[in-house]
């Protein structure tokens, strides 16, 4: 039997918080009494789990349930013709490494006889985009009372006695960015990016972006205060409050 698996990341933009798709592709030749696919997830003791949270492989006679962490498998008892190609996916732990390894395992019955092929690449390393929040200087993930304090410390930048909350890129600071003092109407477009806080892109920090921070800050983990925060695109500034689980 000629047995033949391929998995790849379908995700433009992997980053820890999120999630990540992988899809596969199992092809084999010759007549076949079932199949399996077997990933083992990056998870280890001192990290946060990968989980996994769904898949599209509907003809599959078993699949992992949800939520699982460990060892994820699928089966077809009466296989569907070749090539199978479904996806699956894992939610990626926040403050993970940048880079982790998936391996997989395809396996086929045929006459008796049991067929085992790695998945490639193998393994498939799934890239991870680095993406903090600007007010999070050391990139833990969580927000600190001297972080929020340099971010009002931007805020109340004044020019004579208006405050303006102007600020500008500038290399070598704690978070890459320096109060802006200059008084034309129009600051300069930023090289590399703004800072997180500032929603509408406009080189100032107003009251409702440093108390959308402050929010962020405030975050709770049971009675203490956390500050922990997670990466979520459907927001307005691209983060959420991370909400521990009870121990």
Do not use: C
Not at 44 to 63: H, K, L, Q
Not at 161 to 185: I, M
Request: charged share 20%; proline share 8%; no cysteine.
């Amino acid at each position: 039997i000629n047995l033949v698996a391929t998995h790849r990341t379908t995700n433009e933009f992997i980053v820890s918080g999120g999630t990540v798709e992988i899809e596969n592709t199992l092809t084999y030749a010759g007549p076949v009494g079932g199949l399996s696919w077997s990933v083992l997830p990056p998870n280890d003791d001192e990290t946060e789990p990968w989980t996994y949270v769904e898949d599209g492989a509907i003809s599959a006679t078993t699949r992992p349930e949800l939520g699982e962490q460990k060892l994820l498998e699928w089966s077809w008892a009466s296989p569907p013709p070749s090539p199978i190609v479904f996806h699956y996916t894992l939610t990626v732990p926040n403050a993970t490494e940048l880079s982790a390894d998936l391996h997989a395992m395809a396996a086929a019955t045929a006459h008796n006889t049991d067929f085992e092929t790695l998945a490639t690449p193998s393994p498939l390393s799934v890239q991870l985009a680095q993406r903090f929040h600007s007010a999070d200087t050391n990139h833990d993930y969580r927000l600190d009372l001297g972080e929020l304090l340099r971010v009002i410390e931007l805020y109340n930048v004044r020019q004579g006695t208006e405050r303006t909350g102007r600020y500008r890129e500038q290399s070598g600071t704690v978070d890459g960015f320096a109060a802006d003092f200059e008084k034309s109407d129009e600051p300069p477009i930023p090289e590399t990016g703004y800072h997180s806080a500032d929603t509408n892109q406009d080189l100032r920090l107003s009251l409702p972006e440093l108390l959308r921070l402050i929010e962020l800050y405030n975050v709770r983990s049971g009675t203490s205060r956390s500050g922990h925060y997670q990466i979520d695109p459907e927001t307005e500034d691209g983060f959420s409050p991370f909400i521990e689980p009870n121990p």
